[in-house]
């Protein structure tokens, strides 16, 4: 990963393959050690086309472009830092008859910023890093680690099967928890090399709800079923009426609604003992 226009190399590391994971990994960890760009470019490979990544750079506000077919030149700085690194990392790696990957990634990240970093450059008259940290700051913060993990998911939409409250993705099943067993159709966010953190999210405001987990198909088959509460609506019990009480039942429910409202009869007895004059309702 190079920053375009200091030619700065913002992370370089060597993987056993080339695939959307390795991609994500590598990126992470460049937009970690520089800045959160506005935009990045590509190739057209499967890897940077991937679901996963399409959704990361939306979710981080960075524009995707990728090179035109049959377009090399697009690609020309990138061409030009890979002779570098054929021309005076690996010349000085020939002698190393027993190298692993992790001491090839060791000596790449001091050749890196010890050597290429801080030498000058040819177009440039100065050295990348010191392009980098002359010209405009136009970089964003990096958020964190999780938060990176969290962007680089595609999302996807399953249906629950109610015979048990699973459902299939990836080839692999995932249970649902019994609290969601209403919910017919799923939408869930997940990355395709890590199935540990499948998440359960709103398909409206897209917030996760919760994390979603691999079947147990063994513990599950030997483990009893817990039953589901039923909530039913609790119906006031009204009070039997006497026997000989001609009231109807609507009158009845009507008045016992009203005591339970805890206010007293809204009206004023009238008292034979006193004077009209006395009457509060005059």
Not at 57 to 86: C, D, M, R
Not at 89 to 117: D, F, K, S
Not at 232 to 249: K, N, R
Not at 260 to 281: H, K, R
């Amino acid at each position: 990963m190079i920053d375009d226009h200091s030619r700065l190399a913002c992370h370089l590391q060597w993987y056993l393959a080339e695939t959307a994971e390795t991609f994500v990994h590598g990126l992470s960890q460049a937009l970690q050690k520089r800045a959160l760009p506005r935009a990045l470019m590509t190739d057209n490979g499967a890897p940077m086309l991937a679901a996963e990544v399409t959704a990361g750079l939306h979710t981080l506000g960075i524009v995707h472009e990728t090179t035109l077919p049959y377009s090399p030149y697009q690609n020309a700085k990138q061409e030009t830092f890979w002779a570098s690194v054929e021309s005076r990392l690996m010349a000085m790696l020939e002698g190393c008859a027993e190298l692993t990957l992790e001491r090839l990634n060791e000596a790449t990240q001091a050749w890196v910023e010890m050597e290429y970093n801080r030498r000058s450059h040819s177009e440039l008259g100065c050295s990348p890093l010191a392009r980098y940290g002359d010209g405009t700051d136009v970089g964003r913060e990096c958020p964190g680690s999780e938060r990176l993990r969290q962007a680089f998911r595609t999302e996807a939409v399953r249906t629950q099967r109610r015979s048990d409250g699973t459902f299939s993705l990836e080839s692999t099943r995932f249970e649902v928890p019994s609290r969601y067993r209403h919910l017919a159709r799923l939408t869930v966010r997940y990355a395709r090399w890590d199935l540990r953190t499948v998440e359960l999210i709103d398909p409206l405001s897209g917030t996760p709800i919760c994390a979603l987990y691999p079947l147990d198909k063994t513990a599950h088959a030997s483990a009893a079923r817990r039953l589901h509460a039923v909530r039913t609506p609790t119906v006031p019990v009204l009070p039997d009426p006497p026997a000989h009480s001609p009231m109807a039942p609507l009158l009845r429910a009507l008045m016992v609604e009203y005591a339970a409202t805890g206010l007293p009869p809204a009206y004023v007895p009238l008292s034979n003992d006193a004077p009209l004059a006395e009457d509060p309702l005059r």
